[in-house]
């Protein structure tokens, strides 16, 4: 079958898959501490078992693939809120939680005091401290301050625990602003700091997002296109041309 069919194939899938990511982001444009996925696309030569084809048969079998996301860990903006148990990063860092799949880390800060009078996520997680333990909240006016120590009253309530990533670490997003990281990755953060009413707005510029999600679809359209040209011409040579061989 003509190589062309399977680069459009695989064109028509990779932008497919480019479409996803774009609609996620996009869809969490607004989410707090939320992390853009950016698309990582590759290529591969179906007929690298013959070098020594010409330059046009080479490039007709060099087909794109999408190989996977990676994460923008740019820093996004800073809200003030002015509620003090909201805690934005400024810095490469992130807060580690426990959650019931185990521990995770998010840069969204939007803490609060659960029923048991401990520091929790917006979605009731466990917010760890710097010794690994649960953050007890007692009444009191509550100041954090940019090393992640938090004072009720004055006096010294715990610490929240911040960690950082070495550059070639790769994070996967677990949903809800998580991100998981491999075994012993998390490192003590040395350059971020806290800073008390704020919140980190969402890294994904919507405008950028609308173009890429344009040139996405026109793209795939055209790939669509091709494709039923394809299959016509398929469709046309099994129609009329094997017949004859017959």
């Known amino acids: 079958m003509d190589s062309g069919y399977y680069a459009v194939c695989t064109a028509l899938t990779s932008r497919t898959a480019e479409l996803?990511?774009?609609a996620n982001n996009l869809a969490n444009a607004s989410t707090v501490?939320?992390?853009a996925q950016q698309n990582v696309f590759s290529t591969v030569l179906a007929d690298a078992s013959n070098p020594s084809g010409s330059a046009l048969v080479?490039?007709?079998?060099?087909?794109g693939l999408m190989s996977g996301t990676t994460l923008d860990l740019s820093q996004?903006?800073?809200?003030?809120t002015g509620n003090t148990l909201d805690a934005a990063i400024e810095g490469r860092g992130y807060f580690e939680?426990?959650?019931g799949n185990g521990i995770a880390y998010t840069?969204?800060?939007?803490?609060?005091?659960?029923?048991?009078?401990?520091?929790?996520?917006?979605?009731?997680?466990?917010v760890l401290g710097d010794n690994g333990s649960p953050i007890s909240m007692p009444a009191?006016?509550?100041a954090i301050s940019a090393d992640g120590t938090i004072s009720l009253d004055g006096a010294v309530s715990g610490k929240l625990k911040l960690v950082e990533f070495p550059a070639e670490t790769q994070l996967t997003s677990l949903g809800?602003?998580?991100?998981?990281?491999?075994?012993?990755a998390a490192q003590p953060a040395t350059q971020s700091s806290v800073r008390q009413g704020f919140l980190e707005n969402s890294n994904v510029n919507p405008v950028t997002g609308m173009v890429e999600l344009v040139e996405a679809q026109q793209t795939a359209e055209i790939m669509q296109r091709a494709l039923s040209m394809f299959n016509s011409e398929i469709d046309k040579t099994a129609t009329q041309d094997l017949p004859k061989v017959g």
């Open 20 to 22: 996803d990511t774009i």
């Open 33 to 35: 501490g939320f992390r």
């Open 58 to 63: 080479q490039a007709m079998n060099e087909y």
């Open 76 to 80: 996004g903006t800073l809200q003030k």
């Open 97 to 99: 939680v426990q959650t």
């Open 107 to 126: 840069r969204n800060g939007s803490f609060q005091i659960s029923a048991k009078g401990q520091l929790v996520t917006s979605t009731g997680d466990t």
């Open 140 to 142: 009191g006016k509550i």
């Open 176 to 184: 809800n602003s998580y991100y998981a990281a491999p075994a012993n």
